[in-house]
């Protein structure tokens, strides 16, 4: 295979890796692809500004409050007044929202490993667990 190919086939494969996973999204059927990047952001960002999320999330920022304002009814985010300046909000994964995306991440990581379980033999999970350190020099490289 040469490198055209090898690069291709990476690309298809771990994008539909990423898409299956998306799919094990038991606790959040709710939220749209736009919605779970903001949430996204927010456990990256501890603290950050609607214009800063609409900005990073590639919309309108009145599409942005809205989404922020069915995730404060909700609970998942809470709200907090700039101390320097009262005009600046800044918006923030509330305990409740920290606990979804653990549950979230504890249900994908059991569904990614069960799948290895049932499907890879002892010496291709080995083979996995080799290449990892591979696959994360390609993610962390500028």
């Known amino acids: 295979m040469d490198l055209k190919e090898l690069s291709s086939s990476l690309r298809i494969n771990v994008s539909g890796l990423h898409k299956r996973l998306r799919k094990q ?13 903001t949430i996204g952001l927010l456990m990256r960002n501890p603290a950050m500004l609607a214009t800063e999320l609409a900005a990073l999330t590639r919309i309108k920022t009145q599409s942005m409050s809205q989404i ?4 404060e009814a909700q609970g998942i985010i809470k709200r907090v007044p700039s101390k320097e300046d009262k005009r600046k909000v800044f918006i923030s994964l509330s305990a409740s929202g920290k606990k979804m995306i653990e549950k979230i991440k ?3 990581d059991e569904w990614l490993r069960s799948l290895i379980e049932r ?13 990892l350190p591979v696959l994360t020099k390609l993610i962390e490289t500028e």
Do not use: D, H
């Open 25 to 37: 999204m038991y606790s959040v059927n709710s939220y749209s692809m736009t919605e779970m990047e």
């Open 68 to 71: 922020l304002k069915k995730m």
């Open 106 to 108: 504890y249900e994908r």
């Open 119 to 131: 499907v890879l033999t002892a010496k291709e999970t080995e083979l996995l667990a080799k290449v």
